[in-house]
């Protein structure tokens, strides 16, 4: 009988230690109970893994992050650019995480005017030697802006440049974070620059020729060839969204800089196409709502 009553406690032991092991490994793994009226979110926050707070940022792209054009005609100004400038007026993404002092040492901006999706994976690749928390990308607007609508970069092509440029990133930083924002609207760009003599002057120097070429010519062609433009950018804001989803530690700005109206006080004065001061703290508001939210855009 004692025998017995010694194998009974020793089993009971056993099943209570197990239980209470398998109970805190589900709520390590799941982060609550799978029956919560939530409907699981629970279990996503348990393995949430984006840091609503980097330390660091770094800068890539095109003329856009290099604030070409907010300042002087047809020169960069870094100091109003959305992601790292220093301008009060802008507010810089950098700034609004870091602080405006933390910010002048713990950001970077590698971007380059005029550089396409073909030379992200190379300004990634100076980029990582700063060891960046955060990376934020803005570039696809050169690629549609070529010379013609055949000079344009293909939608394959595109998307594989982009994924060899995060595969760049990942090799040498697997937990930096990535902020990509869309492209913007080059149409509606067109539609309000238009409106300005001067900008118009300016765009015949080559801004975004594929777009803003004949400005005022509104035949069926010219029409055709603007939509064609269009409709790449759209393209291209699709890859974005999906190269990024396949990345957990990427998030895609949901199309918000391309959904964005604006209009002449967002434009550069000096070509009216691209974003003034204004336009720059714009931007900046729209990629610090995307890095801070508490779950990714939809």
Request: some cysteine.
């Amino acid at each position: 009988m004692r025998k017995q009553r010694r194998r009974r406690s020793r089993a009971l032991v056993g099943i209570v230690a197990a239980g209470t092991a398998l109970g805190v490994a589900g709520c390590d793994v799941v982060g609550g109970s799978s029956g919560s009226p939530d409907g699981g979110r629970t279990r996503a926050r348990a393995v949430q893994v984006w840091n609503r707070s980097p330390a660091s940022i770094a800068a890539v792209g095109d003329s856009i992050t290099r604030g070409f054009d907010a300042c002087t005609v047809l020169s960069d100004c870094p100091e109003v650019s959305w992601a790292t400038g220093t301008s009060e007026q802008v507010d810089s993404l950098a700034v609004r995480l870091l602080g405006r002092a933390r910010a002048v040492d713990r950001s970077w901006n590698y971007a380059q005017t005029g550089a396409r999706m073909a030379d992200l994976s190379g300004q990634l690749a100076d980029a990582v030697v700063r060891r960046p928390e955060l990376v934020t990308v803005m570039v696809g607007s050169n690629d549609a802006c070529r010379s013609s609508v055949r000079a344009m970069t293909s939608v394959a092509k595109f998307r594989s440049q982009f994924e060899e440029a995060l595969g760049t990133l990942r090799k040498a930083l697997p937990k930096t974070q990535v902020y990509v924002a869309s492209v913007p609207n080059l149409k509606r760009l067109w539609s309000e620059g238009r409106t300005n003599p001067l900008g118009k002057q300016i765009w015949k120097l080559g801004i975004c020729p594929s777009m803003l070429g004949d400005a005022d010519d509104l035949t069926s062609a010219a029409t055709l060839r603007r939509d064609r433009v269009q409709q790449r950018v759209e393209d291209y804001n699709k890859v974005l969204a999906e190269v990024c989803a396949k990345d957990r530690r990427c998030r895609f700005d949901g199309g918000a800089v391309y959904q964005y109206r604006f209009g002449t006080e967002q434009l550069s004065h000096w070509d009216w196409f691209h974003p003034s001061t204004d336009g720059q703290s714009k931007l900046a508001a729209i990629a610090y709502r995307t890095v801070t939210a508490e779950d990714p855009v939809d």
